[in-house]
């Protein structure tokens, strides 16, 4: 699956390529679990191939992340999960989008992206 990533990333033409790979490193060294392979054309994470975070690339060019609970349907009523960051726009009672402005808004918010993508994962471990 690494190869796969690593193919995708050289051949992705998007006007903020490096956001997304600055992003990208974020994820992956917030916590050493997480995988990463291409689901909806764009880098996908997850844990034991249950994917929990997700790019959104297009259309256009922002750098925007979905943060889901998998394809596997749950109990959205009953989640709670509380975003100390301020950093998730809720669309969903179970889910939401994380959008960076620009490069200065990802070097801002890193740390507390981080701290938010670590608390994620714990949330929504089975």
């Not at 193919?7 to 997480?34: G, P, Y």
């Amino acid at each position: 699956m690494a190869t796969d990533v690593k193919i995708f990333m050289r051949d992705l033409t998007h006007a903020r390529k490096e956001d997304v790979e600055n992003v990208r490193e974020l994820i992956l060294s917030a916590d050493e679990r997480l995988s990463e392979q291409i689901k909806w054309n764009a880098p996908s994470f997850g844990i034991g191939g249950d994917d929990r975070m997700t790019f959104r690339l297009q259309p256009g060019d922002p750098v925007q992340l979905i943060f889901h609970r998998g394809v596997k349907k749950r109990d959205a009523e009953s989640f709670v999960f509380e975003d100390e960051s301020g950093l998730l726009d809720w669309v969903a009672k179970d889910g939401g989008v994380v959008t960076f402005a620009d490069s200065d808004h990802v070097a801002r918010e890193a740390t507390d992206f981080q701290e938010l993508v670590k608390r994620w994962i714990r949330a929504i471990s089975d």
